[in-house]
């Protein structure tokens, strides 16, 4: 907190509520939206092994890595740009495109990390509400003005769990002026396997103005490392090169991520993993009485509303959990305070959150 005539922040700074990440002192942590599998071995066995260099910069360029993104996703490696976590990714972008009297547009439950990055630079955060729990294009063209400079979409989108189809965001995307940027951010693509969703990849090939971020947090499972990246045209990627940190990725991540993309293997069983524990555990929730939103990630939205007096508390419900060695996430914050987000973490870490929910909601 600033002290009594000490130094003073920008306006707006102390606007800011803090990003607050999924707690972390449980025995099952399923907060997180982590990987439930871990990260591939083979990735473990690259990070250990570059114990040996940790006397040495990295490279500042991320080459390899970047080659190795481009390589897995048929992109061009020169059109790549990483950083640590896609946080870096949005905040560099914000920063780069957007300050005082300016818009940044978002879904009503999207990612936090969007406003307070406007607000850090002293930008307007923008909500546009949702149909259903899932972002809605005409909504967010409504409230589209000439003070807008980027619209952030997250797709699939945390802590929902939806999803627009492909067709969908290029409407939206031509629905956009041209100064706009329009911010594909596909963290949870790797779950996906529906034939109409697209990562928005085909969209930067085509246009100057939209921008896809991606993360090697989730199904890569490498959270700890901070590795984000993101494909955009040659002149914003520019950009983001020029105001980055000159060694924003270290070595043991850079090795790591290139271990974990390359292990194609463990890629599918993790895909496979989560698709089976999903649906298992949507199946015992709803038995349960409750509310499940579908679904395209590694998380599952329950709705504890409706539920008799006294068990129609989300609150009571995570304590409950919690008490239990079970962390799971609250949701006031993204304006959805009578749901828990639920990582879908192993098959026993599942069972026992499915029992911990019907002992809390039978007790």
């Not at 002290?3 to 509520?17: E, F, S």
């Not at 990246?229 to 105001?243: K, S």
């Not at 239990?324 to 828990?340: D, H, K, N």
Request: charged share 20%; aromatic share 8%; with cysteine.
């Amino acid at each position: 907190m600033t002290q009594p005539n000490g130094p003073v922040p920008r306006p707006g700074i102390l606007d800011i509520a803090a990003y607050v990440g999924g707690e972390h002192s449980g025995h099952i942590r399923l907060a997180s939206n982590e990987g439930a599998l871990g990260p591939s071995p083979r990735a473990v066995e690259a990070y250990t092994n570059a114990a040996a260099t940790l006397h040495r910069y990295p490279d500042g360029a991320s080459a390899a890595l970047r080659g190795a993104i481009a390589k897995r996703f048929n992109l061009d490696a020169d059109r790549v740009v990483c950083g640590a976590g896609s946080d870096e990714i949005i905040s560099l972008l914000i920063r780069s495109y957007a300050g005082p009297g300016d818009e940044v547009l978002y879904s009503q439950h999207g990612f936090l990390m969007y406003p307070i990055g406007a607000k850090s630079v002293g930008a307007t955060p923008v909500t546009a509400p949702e149909d259903g729990l899932t972002a809605s294009v005409d909504s967010l063209l409504a409230r589209v003005t000439p003070r807008t400079k980027i619209v952030f979409l997250a797709n699939p989108n945390n802590p929902t769990g939806t999803y627009l189809p492909a067709s969908e965001v290029a409407r939206l995307h031509a629905g956009l002026p041209a100064n706009v940027i329009l911010v594909i951010d596909a963290a949870y693509a790797e779950y996906m396997n529906r034939e109409d969703y697209t990562a928005g990849e085909e969209l930067v090939e085509r246009f100057p103005n939209v921008v896809m971020t991606r993360t090697f947090s989730k199904i890569f499972a490498l959270g700890s490392l901070r590795i984000g990246w993101a494909y955009g045209p040659a002149g914003i990627v520019d950009v983001l090169n020029r105001v980055r940190g000159p060694f924003n990725v270290s070595t043991a991540a850079h090795v790591a991520g290139i271990a974990a993309i390359e292990d194609v293997d463990f890629l599918e069983r993790s895909r496979r993993h989560n698709e089976t524990w999903r649906g298992w555990f949507a199946a015992e929730a709803e038995k349960l009485g409750l509310t499940v939103h579908p679904s395209v990630t590694n998380f599952i939205l329950v709705d504890f509303k409706g539920q008799a007096a006294g068990k129609d508390d989300a609150e009571a419900a995570r304590q409950f959990l919690k008490a239990r060695g079970i962390l799971v996430r609250q949701m006031p914050a993204y304006g959805l305070p009578s749901c828990l987000r639920v990582t879908i973490g192993t098959g026993e870490e599942m069972r026992a959150v499915a029992d911990a929910l019907k002992a809390f909601l039978e007790g």
